[in-house]
């Protein structure tokens, strides 16, 4: 998608207000150590609110929407979430530690792969990503 390589090339200024679809940076799987890897990426609202309300990918049997939890004794499990909301203009963050795309099944996936994935937004439609597989202690970086 247009909207996908054009990311790296205008700043959040530049295209603040450009209307239409998110924009989707930093997106990286950890490699699995079970038979599930985490998807974290950024996007920024392109005018309108939107909702990602699910994904997909060859290279896992499903993909699922989640959200890291910390229960009161301490205990740090995940829970299913319908949808996350992206603000208009406003960011989504998907990291360690918060939201994630859980690719279920995905025990194949190896750092160094590049995988294919749909994002399905409420409004803006199917939009797909190239993906890279890092080490999932590179998870955490960031571009900064
Ligand atoms: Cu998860």
Do not use: K
């Amino acid at each position: 998608m247009p909207v996908v390589l054009l990311v790296g090339l205008c700043t959040l200024v530049a295209c603040a207000g450009g209307g239409g679809a998110p924009q989707v940076s930093d997106a990286r799987v950890g490699q699995p150590t079970g038979p599930n890897a985490a998807m974290y990426f950024m996007t920024t609202g392109g005018g309108q609110a939107d909702r990602l309300v699910g994904a997909y990918t060859d290279a896992a049997d499903s993909v699922e929407l989640h959200e890291t939890t910390t229960s009161d004794t301490g205990t740090v499990g995940m829970q299913a979430v319908d949808a996350l909301d992206l603000p208009a203009d406003g960011t989504l963050v998907l990291e360690p530690g918060g939201y994630h795309l859980m690719l279920v099944g995905a025990d194949a996936v190896e750092v160094g792969d590049e995988i294919e994935v749909t994002l399905t937004w409420e409004v803006a439609g199917a939009m797909s990503l190239d993906v890279e597989v890092v080490d999932p202690s590179d998870t955490m970086g960031n571009d900064g």
